[in-house]
């Protein structure tokens, strides 16, 4: 990889890097219009035709749309077949349902809208990233293949993602962006287990049949359970208990009920020691009577990691601190890099600028940062590519 320092001192890198102050304000429009349409997980298609029309009007080359609704488009490289391509990849999915209020509302430099920072910000700078490399004539060594992806949130288990590394295999290097993140560098990925824990009994009239087994008590006994099992702060293990249903009405005793399960760590080794607690308390379960508890595996997200000191870390690294950011955080998270990462693949999540309230309603961009992190990612890229 080439150095940061050198890839700066390049005249048609610096007139790129002083724009970026005056573009923010049409990045911020663009992850507006990319907000504006509805991207649940597996509901990605009207945002995916948006994002593959602008791909298109940037000058993207062999711009395509995948069976899953990723769509990619390649910026050509100079010397491509002596140098890995970099896929630049934002995922295009959103948690919130297709009926949800996306109104926007503007506080000087934040911009409150659900999902504009997870991830119609990190969509909205990779289309940057290749408009500016086409307006200042900048041409990297290697492929750049630019994606917006599906499946990254919910229960799309990386589907997109998986696709794309089948695509373009362990010889290419993957850049991650989120919109939010900014001055964290994410190269370990944790372990995610998910599961479904269905709950049948015999139910019946609230009135007439009480005492018999209801299917929602014994799943609240079951959460109860898993509530109290002991895991460790580090490395971090988690545990999350996310969606809960079940009954009929209010006077029946519910002959069905189910819930969605979620565990994650650090550590393979302590994930599978809390996929094994889960496992034995719904076998507690099981063994009563009139009882039957099914837990079905629903997503796995894979762990994996890139040394600290790997080329692209530290590039990383070199890159935030050339644009001003000092404060820099070595993070595991579960993101899209995940799947490169566990394969033993050259990949990092990096972030645009600083967000917050992920996955709520009120959920925020600040774009006080975002000119900078654009800086760093544009700065990354070339390195990672060369020029």
Known sequence: MIPIETIAQNGRVQAALSYFPQAVSEIVEQAIAIQQIPAPTFEEAERAAYLERRFAEIGLQDVSQDDLHNVYGRFPGSQPGSHSPVIISAHSDTVFPAATDLTVKRENNLIYGPGIGDNSTGVAGIISLAEVLQRYEIRPLADLWFVANVGEEGLGDLRGMRAIV???????????????????????????????????????????????????????????AISKLKVPARPKTTFNVGVIEGGTSINTIAQSAKMLLDLRSEDPEQLAILVAEAEKLVALHQGQADVTVQMTQIGDRPAGQLRRDAPLVKQAVAAL??????????????TDANVPLSLGYTAVCIGLTESGNAHRLDEYMDSTYLSTGMSQLLLLTLSAAGI
């Open 166 to 224: 089948q695509r373009f295999g362990g010889k290419a290097i993957y850049l991650v962006i989120e919109g939010g993140l900014y001055g964290q560098i994410s190269h370990k990925a944790i372990g995610v287990k998910r599961y479904e824990v269905h709950i049948q009994t015999a139910g019946g009239h609230s009135w007439g049949n009480f005492g018999q087994r209801s299917a929602i008590h014994e799943l609240g006994a079951l959460i109860a």
């Open 321 to 334: 601190h050339h644009v001003g950011c000092h404060k820099i955080s070595y993070i595991a998270s579960s």
